[in-house]
C-alpha cells in the first residue's frame, strides 16, 4: 500500500489493510502447499504408470497414498482462491445493481456462505475426531486417515477468516461506495482479464482495483 494511499484511510481502514496483507502469506503459502502436492501426485502418477508398464513394479499403496494427499491439494487453498476471486460466481442477477445495492448484495450473499462455512467446519471437525478416535486407516498401507481429514477444518478456518475480512471490506464499501477495495475479493470482468493479458504480454494496464471500483460505482 502506497504512502499517500495510507494517508486517505481511517485508523481501523489501515488495520483492515494490514490484516489483509498479512493474512495472504498465509494463504499463500498454504496455496504453495497445495500446489506442491499436486506436482507431487503428477510425479508419482509417472512413476506408477511407467513402474507398472515397463517393469511390472507398481508403487507400493499408490491409491492409499493419493487418498490421503488429495485432501491436501483439495482444500488448502481455497481461501487463497476466495482471496482472488477464483471461485465459480453466479453473477447474472447481482452484476445488474450498482452502488450501495451492490454490495448490500455482496453482504448477504457473504453472510450466508459464512454461516454454510461454519456448519461445514463443525462436522468436518468431528468426521476428524472420529477418525482419530477408532484410528480409521487406509486399505491397503494402513495409514492414518486423520492428518489428512484435519486439513478439512484448518483449510475451513482460513475460508472462515477470509470471509470475515470480506464482510469487513463490503460493509465498508456499503458505507463509502467510492472507496478504495480493500479486504475484498477483486472480480474482473472480460474486459479487465483482456487487459490483464496485454498486461502479460508487455503492454500497460489499469490497477486491478478499478474492476471492482466500476461494478460498484454509482
Not at 166 to 172: A, D, H, M, P, S
Request: proline letters at 4%; hydrophobic letters at 50%; aromatic letters at 14%.
Amino acid at each position: 500500500m502506497a504512502m499517500n494511499d495510507a494517508d486517505d484511510l481511517s485508523p481501523g481502514e489501515v488495520t483492515l489493510s494490514k490484516v489483509d496483507e498479512g493474512f495472504f502469506k498465509i494463504e499463500s503459502f498454504f496455496n504453495f502447499i497445495a500446489g506442491l502436492m499436486i506436482f507431487l501426485v503428477m510425479f508419482l502418477g509417472v512413476i506408477q504408470v511407467v513402474g507398472r508398464s515397463f517393469f511390472n513394479r507398481p508403487v507400493p499403496s499408490y491409491v492409499d497414498i493419493i487418498e490421503i494427499l488429495m485432501g491436501v491439494f483439495a482444500f488448502l487453498g481455497i481461501a487463497y482462491c476466495q482471496k482472488l476471486g477464483g471461485h465459480v460466481r453466479m453473477e447474472i442477477i447481482i452484476k445488474r445493481f450498482k452502488g450501495r445495492t451492490f454490495w448490500a448484495v455482496e453482504i448477504f450473499g457473504t453472510v450466508v456462505v459464512i454461516i454454510v462455512i461454519s456448519v461445514l467446519l463443525y462436522y468436518g471437525f468431528t468426521h476428524f475426531l472420529r477418525a482419530y478416535e477408532l484410528g480409521d486407516s487406509t486399505i491397503d498401507g494402513d495409514f492414518a486417515l486423520w492428518p489428512s481429514k484435519l486439513l478439512v477444518p484448518i483449510a475451513f478456518t482460513l475460508l472462515l477468516f477470509r470471509l470475515f475480512l470480506n464482510l469487513f471490506g463490503f460493509i465498508r464499501l456499503y458505507r463509502k461506495p467510492d472507496a478504495r477495495p480493500i479486504a475484498v475479493p477483486i472480480i474482473e470482468t472480460v474486459d479487465d482479464q483482456a487487459q490483464h493479458e496485454i498486461h502479460v504480454s508487455g503492454a500497460d494496464r489499469d490497477d486491478p482495483d478499478t474492476a471492482l471500483k466500476k461494478q460498484g460505482a454509482e
